[in-house]
């Protein structure tokens, strides 16, 4: 028998007793992390300005006002430069305060394009042969979590950019093909580029400094003109009542070579740049952040454009006492190759107009300085000294990433669907299509994104990842995070939380809980045990998981479908819409996850009891449902019968007579579909089954001892259920809480890290390699019902009547009742699955992610972390051969070790100076101005390691700063 050790995370504890109402992180910080990035100041007006703007908010559902909802073409790039937003505004490398009510960003033209870059562009949806994709070269370098110092690089070709190029050969190619990129148009060969950083830096004195530096990587000089541009969003043209929406319009003059900007909310502010009195060559324009629609009094938000690229000199005012919304200055640079030129400017509050004396001298460098410095210091003090160079590199552009990704997100969906006062005519229809349940969701906040281009909105699973590495930075925001989606602007009265703009009543995966309880666990152990924040995330909580109860078990038998749940393509099927219309889906993943929220919640209320016995009660429940769900997907053992190898084979049907999710043949957990009293089992190896290794604890009863009716009613409910008490592995007071004992355990770990299945050289694939050579099929005789607009027919007019008949009907009309009205069978069609490791194969959900063999850094954490939980209660008693058929017999904790170690190759120089996350692009493996840049992808090809999908998802994907954490030297 093992011996009891020390648990991990995992285990339940005391904590210290506190004051109740004591909430905060002010108390002692430990190992260094959240310090104040900067000295101890004054509130400033400034604080809570960030790198809000969106890269993008043109092709989103929140700006879609057609008739069609086809929001991709309803709002294009190319419509962006002229028509105002309704809800947001996007930008390059830019920042605005937290309610992006004044927006400043930057505008670049190299005297060849069509118009002004002035937003990163991109593949709309149906564009792409992967769905959307940025086409941009551009990087996330540094940032503090107070914003105090920022910095970011994008690469501007100076060469004419290929805009038709990259349309029309993305639009020639095929899901089997490669996306084609920036970098494979050859427009950076020769170096014909410039690098253009993006820095700013708050100061002491209540001003944001700006500096934009631009290096000449060409052999030739070369001129581009550099456009800071700054304006108030548009709040004033969509009627009464849109909130936010001021008396007057506010306003920029520009005022002795200044910008006067005026908010009758937000006060006044002055963008001063550096050649208004340095005399060099460039204009100050002035235009209104409103549509050119041929109807309104210009100038139009595309005035710039017109101005500068085309040469109309009336389409933007220039004179002194001018006012508009929309302000620029156009600084036009030649610069020598391998030279460099800077732009400084600085948006300071109040009016200090004409009062320049030298604030673009000496004292501007050192505000860059200071605050670029005492950034190193924090991420000095953040970081582990036992990371490498290399290691400290990756982590510290997550860490940017992370913080870069912010932005600002509003949305009213009553207000959308119904419309403004002065808005386009919109279809009946809207009324009751995309997101028409959703009428109390009110967003106007601050929230970490997936990706502000690719996903320029929330998904809630993906938020609590973020919230795992933002908590080591700045846990008072990760905390706020937490619970707005907890508050009645965002969670549904029912208890469902909006999954993401697209379809908020889509079903992700119940991880908003154990991000809570992780979050809470790192105050603890920097000394700081905010009970009331746990309380306040339980107490909602607890409507979420009756929502998950009430909804997604159909039986009630604790076996739970959900549907896609996050894994857009890993089955056959859109399991949110199978093809069958009897019967049940149950699901490995969903019932998991299940186990996986009642088994947190068991955790939370165990702690809330600590000081407040009055969730003993509720700890009691969770426990029991846990336990119940793990006797479900396990079946009752005593009525599973084997089945001979002929009958049971990788790729077919199996029918069983038990409602588990666990094949005793395969030893892997499947999903299941239920048609009348049998079972039919999908034999699909993935991530699916590996869920369930989620649900693990190890529950140390004597660590409760202060909590005796706890342990009372416990032993008394495992003494009152035989059938549940079965489920745990008991060890003196220890008891361990696992959905797979160990002898499944076993089984499962057998495919899991073998290099044939799940082991990748970068992690664990989401789909198991077997299915390269034996792919999944199955067929289905597919039906068509009454219940929604799939089936429509024309017929010819009738005239339907009533009158009175006291007698015997006088019509041959009929009721139906229950079953479908309508019901028609469209033939068999086959479903099929099979390994994929890049990019998806499959336009399900729109070809854009693929669950079908690449590595997703976020499942593989909460892989790892089960693993150091399974072995804090076996130890030395179990280990395995890493891989599967090696010699080599390791513990449990060291295979998670040895996980983090290949996932971290994907980020860190290989023998030949190339990262794997860039794929075989020799300009990142060689080129000094390359090569340390990183990008933290959505996620990676499950042989090569290449990074695929929305290139800048630092979101989830900056886990690997925690998983570099655990993987020490590589």
């Known amino acids: 028998m093992p011996k009891r050790r020390s648990s991990s995370r995992s285990s339940i504890e005391p904590s210290p007793k506190r004051t109740q109402g004591e909430t905060s992180d002010k108390s002692t910080r430990k190992s ?17 300005w960030g790198p809000f703007l969106a890269d993008r908010q043109w092709g ?57 870059k002035e937003r990163f562009f991109g593949l709309g949806g149906k564009q792409g042969n992967h769905g959307e994709d940025v086409k941009e070269c551009y990087y996330y370098l540094d940032s503090n979590p107070q914003h105090s110092y920022m910095k970011a690089l994008y690469k501007y070709p100076q060469e004419l950019f290929p805009y038709e190029n990259l349309v029309e050969e993305n639009a020639s190619r095929g899901l089997n093909d490669p996306e084609y990129e920036l970098i494979d148009t050859g427009v950076f060969e020769n170096d014909k580029y410039w690098d253009v950083f993006m820095e700013y830096a708050k100061t002491t004195d209540g001003s944001i400094q700006c500096r934009v530096t631009v290096h000449n990587r060409g052999n030739k000089e070369a001129e581009v003109h550099v456009i800071p541009q700054i ?11 849109h909130p936010g929406r001021t008396t007057e319009v506010p306003s920029i003059q520009l005022k002795d070579g200044d910008f006067l900007c005026d908010h009758e909310d937000m006060g006044s502010f002055t963008l001063m740049s550096e050649k208004s009195y340095s005399g060099n060559e460039g204009d100050f324009m002035l235009t209104n952040n409103i549509t050119n629609s041929g109807e309104n009094e210009g100038p139009f938000k595309d005035g710039f454009h017109k101005y500068i690229v085309d040469g109309d000199k009336s389409a933007a005012l220039t004179k002194d006492g001018a006012t508009g919304t929309k302000a620029a200055v156009c600084h036009k640079l030649l610069v020598p190759p391998g030279g460099e030129s800077t732009v400084r400017f600085i948006i300071s509050a109040g009016d200090t107009t004409g009062n320049h004396g030298n604030v673009f001298g000496r004292q501007f460098e050192k505000g860059f300085e200071t605050e670029s410095q005492k950034t190193d210091a924090f991420y000095q003090k953040v970081l582990p000294p036992t990371l490498s160079s290399e290691q400290r590199k990756v982590s510290r552009q997550a860490y940017a990433g992370l913080l870069w990704t912010k932005m600002f997100y509003h949305f009213d969906v009553r207000k959308w669907i119904n419309g403004d006062d002065v808005a386009v005519e919109l279809p009946e229809s ?40 933002f908590s080591d930075i700045d846990r008072e925001f990760t905390k706020k995070q937490l619970l707005l989606f ?14 993401y703009e697209n379809n908020f009543s889509d079903v992700n995966p119940p991880v908003h809980a154990w991000a809570c309880l992780n979050v809470y666990r790192d105050g603890q152990k920097e000394g700081s045990t905010d009970v009331v924040f746990l309380k306040r995330c339980f107490n909602k909580l607890l409507l979420n998981f009756a929502w998950w109860v009430n ?44 186990a996986f929220f009642a088994l947190t919640l068991f955790e939370m209320s165990v702690e809330l009891s600590h000081h407040d016995v009055a969730y003993i009660d509720q700890a009691v429940k969770f426990y029991e449902h846990y336990l119940c769900i793990v006797k479900a997907i396990n079946g009752t053992e005593d009525h599973q019968v084997p089945f001979k190898p002929s009958e049971c084979k990788l790729g ?18 499947y999903d299941c579909f239920q048609i009348e009293d049998e079972f039919k089992r999908l034999h699909t190896r993935s991530l699916s089954g590996i869920v369930p290794l989620f649900a693990t604890l190890t529950f140390d009863m004597s660590k409760v001892g202060d909590l005796p009716e706890l342990t009372k009613r416990l032993d008394a409910l495992l003494e009152r259920r035989v059938d549940l008490k079965e489920k745990v592995s008991q060890r003196d007071s220890v008891q361990f809480l696992s959905i797979p004992r160990k002898d499944k355990l076993e089984s499962i770990l057998s495919y899991l890290l073998d290099e044939d299945e799940f082991l990748s050289p970068y992690g664990i694939r989401s789909l198991s390699k077997v299915h390269k050579e034996n792919p999944y099929s ?21 005239e339907y009547s009533v009158s009175y008949a006291p007698g015997e009907s006088n019509t041959d009309m009929f009721v139906f009742s229950g079953g479908p009205i309508f019901h028609m069978d469209m033939g068999e069609k086959e479903y099929s699955v099979s390994y994929a490791p890049g990019e998806s194969n499959t336009d399900m959900f729109g070809g854009n992610s693929n669950w079908r063999g690449p590595v997703w850094i976020c499942m593989n954490y909460l892989i790892i972390e089960s693993l150091e939980k399974f072995d804090s209660f076996y130890g030395d008693d179990l280990k395995v051969a890493f891989p599967t058929r090696s010699k080599q017999k390791l513990r449990l904790r060291d295979v998670a070790k040895e996980l983090c170690r290949r996932i971290s190759k994907i980020f860190l120089p290989n023998a030949k100076g190339a990262r794997p996350c860039h794929g075989n692009n020799d300009k990142y493996a060689a080129d000094p101005y390359w090569r340390d840049l990183v990008l933290f992808n959505e996620y990676f090809h499950g042989d090569s390691g290449q990074g695929l999908g929305a290139s800048h998802q630092t979101g989830w994907t900056a886990l690997i700063t925690k998983i570099l954490e655990k993987a020490g030297p590589v």
Not at 32 to 48: A, I, K, L
Not at 433 to 457: A, Q, R
Not at 785 to 796: A, K, L, Q, V, W
Request: aromatic share 16%.
């Open 778 to 798: 199955i067929i289905f005789n597919v039906q068509v019902h009454s219940g929604g607009p799939i089936f429509h027919m024309d017929m010819e007019e009738k």
């Open 551 to 594: 909804k997604k078990d159909p039986t009630g038998k604790h076996l739970f479908s959900g549907g896609f749940l996050g894994m857009d393509n890993v089955a056959a099927f859109d399991r949110s819409d199978p093809p069958f219309h009897e019967g049940n889906l149950f699901q490995a993943d969903g019932t998991g996850w299940m």
């Open 486 to 499: 907890l508050n009645e602007g965002y969670m549904h009265p029912n208890g469902q939380l909006p999954a």
């Open 652 to 669: 077919e049907l199996n029918w069983v007579t038990h409602p588990g999710l666990w094949c005793p043949d395969h030893k892997f957990y």
């Open 60 to 116: 989103t559902v929140r700006e879609d006002y057609s008739k069609d909802g086809d929001y991709w073409a309803s709002f294009t790039y190319d419509d962006a430069r002229g028509r105002a937003y309704r809800w947001g505004e996007d930008g390059i490398m830019g920042i605005c305060d937290d309610k992006s009510r004044l927006c400043l960003s930057l505008g670049l033209w190299n005297g060849k394009d069509p118009h002004i």
């Open 430 to 469: 809207r009324k009751t299509g995309t997101n028409h349940e959703w009428k109390h969701l009110y967003n106007c906040d601050v929230i970490s994104m997936p990706d502000k281009w690719e996903f320029p909105w929330y998904a809630v699973w993906d938020l609590a990842f973020h919230m795992i590495p």
């Open 231 to 241: 304006w108030f969003r548009n709040t004033w043209s969509w009627g009464e009542g």
């Open 32 to 48: 260094g992390r959240f310090p104040s990035v900067g000295d101890n100041r004054e509130p400033s007006t400034f604080v809570s």
